[in-house]
């Protein structure tokens, strides 16, 4: 696989040191999963670890590190291990993927992403409790069938 337009970037890991990956552009389809799935599926407790795992291998099957002479896709656990060295790292190359890739991540628009999403989940998440509380306040006022009146 060739890179779209690729861009080549420092990335400073936690020791100090500083190297340099080649970016893609995402074609279209993937592009549009990647987005669609990434930010949900890395929240706590609503999103999907492995969903998440998933995607961010197939963002960095758009990153690439020279290996003799040629350009070669991080595209599984064992390349992203053996060539990214930390997570911190490796968190700095999936922000500069998505911010290379759309225009909600660029100069500082991630944060107004962020907060229309955190308004969003707040709406939804404060729904979704409502009804079921209502539901279970239901289900507490209808005494059940099976139960006989003492007459002690």
Known sequence: ?????????????????????????????????????????????????????????????YVFVEAGGDHLPLNTKALVNNHVPDLEALARIEFAMLSYNTSFFQSGKASTFLSIFKAQLKEWSSSTLMDSLEKLLQAAKQPSKNLKQSTR
């Open 1 to 61: 696989m060739e890179p779209i337009n690729p861009k080549d970037i420092p990335i400073k890991t936690l020791a100090g040191d500083e190297k340099t990956y080649r970016i893609s552009r995402f074609p279209a389809v993937a592009g549009r999963e990647i987005v669609a799935k990434y930010p949900l599926s890395g929240l706590p407790k609503l999103g999907d670890y492995a969903v998440n795992e998933e995607t961010m291998l197939k963002l960095m099957s």
